[in-house]
């Protein structure tokens, strides 16, 4: 069973940058979907941004030119590049990953907070 644990999360100014982390307990190797999503207060957990193994990034149009997922399989890791942050990107952010099995696993959330 692998677990993920999202960190990097924080308070920042509109205008800053945040690099959240995700991290495997064991290999992503054999994962063919890796994703951010988050969840706003009152809201539904929406797509950030996903990152399919051998297919296109896909990112939500409002972080679209502002956030860059990435993927080092040898550190069994995957990164949210967020720059240019918004108050409307706060939120709990939560990685996502689908292995070859169809197994879905979610990490438990880092908390992004931006304001002034």
């Known amino acids: 069973q692998v677990q993920l644990v999202e960190s990097g999360g924080g308070l920042v100014q509109p205008g800053g940058s945040l690099n959240l982390s995700c991290a495997a307990s064991g290999s992503i190797a054999s994962f063919n979907r890796m994703g951010w999503y988050r969840q706003a207060p009152g809201s539904e957990r929406e797509l950030v941004a996903v990152?399919?193994?051998?297919?296109?990034?896909n990112y939500a149009d409002s972080v679209k030119g502002r956030f860059t997922i990435s993927r080092d399989t040898a550190k069994n890791t995957v990164y949210l590049q967020m720059n240019s942050l918004k108050p409307e990107d706060t939120g709990v952010y939560y990685c996502n990953g689908r292995n070859a099995w169809g197994f879905v696993y979610w990490g438990r959330g880092t908390q992004v907070t931006v304001s002034s």
């Open positions: 990152m399919p193994t051998g297919g296109s990034i």
